[in-house]
Nanobody, 127 residues
Framework: VQLQASGGGSVQAGGSLRLTCAAS????????LGWFRQAPGQEREFVGR?????????????YYADSVKGRFTISRDDAKNTVYLQMNSLKPEDTAVYYC????????????????WGLGTLVTVSS
């Protein structure tokens, strides 16, 4: 799986951005997709993830870091091999390079838990 994130930019505090992660490869719908971010001088941190379709219930579940819960929303369109990160009510502390990642198996919300990574896209939030 190859991933490419886009949609970053500069925005004022309180504004919104939507990041897009386009994937190539087969069986995209079976992958867990995660978003991470890395601020200057900081370690890469988990933002959120979306599971594959639950065969039993048909739904996909999302999980978020406490710092973004209620402000960020992850969704995916398996027909387009794309995952989205909608970011609302942005804060200066959200400034970071954002990465999308994928793996066929969920083993944790850590960078080392994901096998496939895309190049990041920079989000800058000014106060």
């Amino acid at each position: 799986v190859q991933l490419q994130a886009s949609g970053g930019g500069s925005v004022q505090a309180g504004g919104s951005l939507r990041l897009t992660c386009a994937a190539s490869g087969r069986s995209f719908e079976t992958y867990v997709l995660g978003w991470f971010r890395q601020a200057p001088g900081q370690e890469r941190e988990f933002v959120g993830r979306i599971t594959w379709s639950d065969g039993r219930t048909g739904g996909r579940r999302t999980y978020y870091a406490d710092s973004v819960k209620g402000r960020f929303t992850i969704s995916r369109d398996d027909a387009k091999n794309t995952v989205y990160l909608q970011m609302n009510s942005l804060k200066p502390e959200d400034t970071a390079v954002y990465y999308c990642a994928a793996d066929q198996f969920y083993t944790g919300d850590y960078p080392d838990s994901y096998k496939f990574w895309g190049l990041g896209t920079l989000v800058t939030v000014s106060s």
